[in-house]
Nanobody, 115 residues
Framework: VQLVESGGGLVQPGGSLSLSCAASGFTFSSAGMSWYRQAPGKERDLVASIGSGGGGTNYADSVKGRFTISRDNAVNTVYLQMNSLKPEDTAVYYC?????????WGQGTQVTVSS
């Protein structure tokens, strides 16, 4: 099982970033997928989740209306579109797969929102 995040970087407040998580080694279309984030000194928190078929999306209150989670089961990838970014969105963002054999995590990608 492998989850590889990409798309992080440095962006100014109000800017946008799009994260991707490429999955392999399991039946992606059967797995619920989610994005988490962890800021320095803080716990890892759920940002957004999506059901195996693309429905059932949920968002943390802090990102509702700004972030959008989506997936493409044809290419085994889940995405997180982040708009109107704020300094408090700065964190390492992790992709998580919920499979029948347990949860699997990616290595994370750093997102820094700063002027």
């Amino acid at each position: 099982v492998q989850l590889v995040e990409s798309g992080g970087g440095l962006v100014q407040p109000g800017g946008s970033l799009s994260l991707s998580c490429a999955a392999s080694g399991f039946t992606f279309s059967s797995a619920g997928m989610s994005w988490y984030r962890q800021a320095p000194g803080k716990e890892r928190d759920l940002v957004a989740s999506i059901g195996s078929g693309g429905g059932g999306t949920n968002y943390a209150d802090s990102v509702k209306g700004r972030f959008t989670i989506s997936r493409d089961n044809a290419v085994n990838t889940v995405y997180l579109q982040m708009n109107s970014l704020k300094p408090e969105d700065t964190a390492v963002y992790y992709c998580r797969a919920a499979t029948w054999f347990g949860s699997r995590w990616g290595q994370g990608t750093q997102v820094t929102v700063s002027s």
